[in-house]
């Protein structure tokens, strides 16, 4: 889910680079109040590559498949990492695949990188129902509602920046249906994500806890 | 997956001699100037600045259409059926189909510039080593953190990447999607495929985890992080000299940058 070149004019790939900034800013400033943040960086780094190759795992669908985003799950295990690992991302796929862009490189992280960031911090409010529901279910639900919302979100600004910019000459009304028509159409997909996050964080909880207690 | 970026970095041509720094000011800035172009009769203007680029850097043209293909695809799925949706004249009919003028035009603009836009991006990162790339962004103000993730990110993707086929055939070769994908039912993915996938991709991620452990273990050794030695593996290249500004990389950017400000100028006139 990204927005190539072209479709979008200068002023909104230049408000998009904008906006990712003070982003981008914040995440990198919360990363050095960190205790070492060098002893991080390969960590984030790899883990960055892992998200990138993993996000072209195909998920059989009958009688097709999809791809999987991860910004939910990328959000809740790398958390203020996230948003230079979305930029890292972004780059190489745009720079490699072509998919995404250089100009619509600001509006891209801002579209999956906001959301990843919305995902860490709903991921960490399972610490306050621990003791209501049990350790293991409300990390359950938590990393369920990360990955299902993180998707949610960067579909929901995905279309709305589409659809309000492409010169269609619809009007408002027809656009904020469209909007809302395609947001629904991807329900499904936030479930699969969802779903997939959720077996995820338990894989690593028992394999690897400290994956997921690191930051989140 | 083809991941190698420095595949044609190494010839010989106007653009792969460029000052990097200059380089990389010089074709963003184009690349901007490209996507603000709202007025239809400039298309055929910036496409033909982004050939006449992509011939000085020598690069062949197969090249360029392996890399405009996927994205090509993708960009037709999204702006398709802007001509039979969008605008008030009529030029075409045939029973429910309806192409209009309007929606024509806009999909024209859109294609050009996407082609513009790429075709650009493309010489810039495929006319430059990447690393210098790099550590140019780094030497212009890229945080030393992003530089670093970057270029960690940059050498072990194709080792996570074989990783990954390499698990994906052991599962393969054990049975899995062997199941006939007829009897299930359809748009439900499979729960229990769906947990083998996610113990897949968590797997993946242990994997590099502790893989990073030990070279996060490797690099102090070397210095890495170190006050007194200052050890980084991003160093940010020397600041241009005046001496620069006054040879061939100087007038490039100095016409890019003419170039550049005359498309603002007449879309805005």
């Known amino acids: ?216 | 997956m083809r991941f190698e970026l420095d595949e044609y970095a190494y010839l010989d041509s106007p653009l792969h001699r460029w000052e990097p720094r200059f380089k990389l000011i010089g074709l963003l800035v184009l690349i901007f100037a490209f996507a603000f172009v709202k007025d239809l009769r400039l298309v055929p203007v910036v496409l033909a600045i982004a050939a006449t680029l992509y011939s000085l850097s020598r690069m062949p043209l197969s090249f360029l259409i392996s890399r405009l293909r996927y994205p090509g695809f993708f960009l037709l799925g999204v702006i398709l059926l802007l001509p039979f949706l969008s605008g008030e004249t009529v030029i075409w009919q045939c029973g429910v189909l309806t192409l209009r003028q309007e929606g024509i035009l806009a999909m024209l603009l859109v294609v050009g510039r996407f082609l513009a836009i790429m075709t650009t991006a493309l010489i810039l990162m495929g006319t430059t080593p990447f690393l210098t790339t790099v550590k140019t962004m780094r030497s212009l103000g890229l945080p030393s953190l992003i530089a670093d993730m970057t270029l960690l990110t940059y050498r072990y993707l194709y080792d996570i990447a074989a990783n990954l086929s390499t698990m994906q055939q052991a599962m393969q070769l054990r049975g899995f999607g062997a199941s006939d994908q007829k009897k299930r039912l359809p748009f439900m993915p499979d729960l229990r495929e769906l947990g083998l996938l996610a113990s897949l991709a968590g797997t993946l991620f242990v994997r590099s985890y502790e893989q990073s452990e030990r070279i996060y273990k490797a690099m102090r050794l070397r210095g890495y992080g170190s006050e007194k030695f200052k050890v980084r593996p991003v160093h940010a290249g020397s600041p241009p000299s005046s001496a620069d500004l006054r040879t061939w990389s100087g007038a490039g950017l100095v016409c890019t940058l003419l170039v550049a400000t005359s498309l603002v100028v007449a879309e805005i006139l």
């Open chain 1, 1 to 216: 889910m990204h927005i190539p070149d072209g479709i979008l004019p200068a002023s909104v790939c230049i408000a998009g680079y904008a906006i990712a900034a003070p982003f981008a800013w914040y995440s990198l400033r919360q990363i050095n109040r960190l205790k070492d943040p060098t002893e991080e960086l390969p960590k984030a780094s790899l883990l960055t590559a892992a998200f990138f190759i993993a996000s072209s795992i195909n998920i059989p669908v009958p009688p097709s498949s999809v791809h999987l985003v991860l910004n939910g799950l990328l959000g809740s295990v790398l958390g203020y990492f996230a948003f230079p690992a979305i930029l890292v991302g972004l780059f190489f796929q745009a720079i490699m695949f072509g998919h995404g862009g250089l100009t619509t490189l600001g509006v891209d992280a801002v579209m999956m990188g906001v959301p990843a960031l919305v995902a860490h911090h709903i991921f960490r409010v399972r610490h306050a129902f621990r003791q209501k529901l049990g350790e293991k279910l409300a990390t359950n639900i938590f990393a369920f509602l990360a990955g299902a919302l993180g998707l949610g979100l960067s579909a929901v600004i995905f279309f709305f920046l589409v659809i309000t910019n492409i010169p269609s000459g619809f009007d408002a009304q027809t656009e904020q249906a469209a909007v809302y028509g395609l947001t629904l159409a991807h329900l499904p997909l936030m479930l699969i994500e969802g779903t997939f996050t959720l077996l995820l964080v338990a894989f690593l909880q028992r394999v690897k806890p400290e994956l997921i207690e690191r930051r989140g």
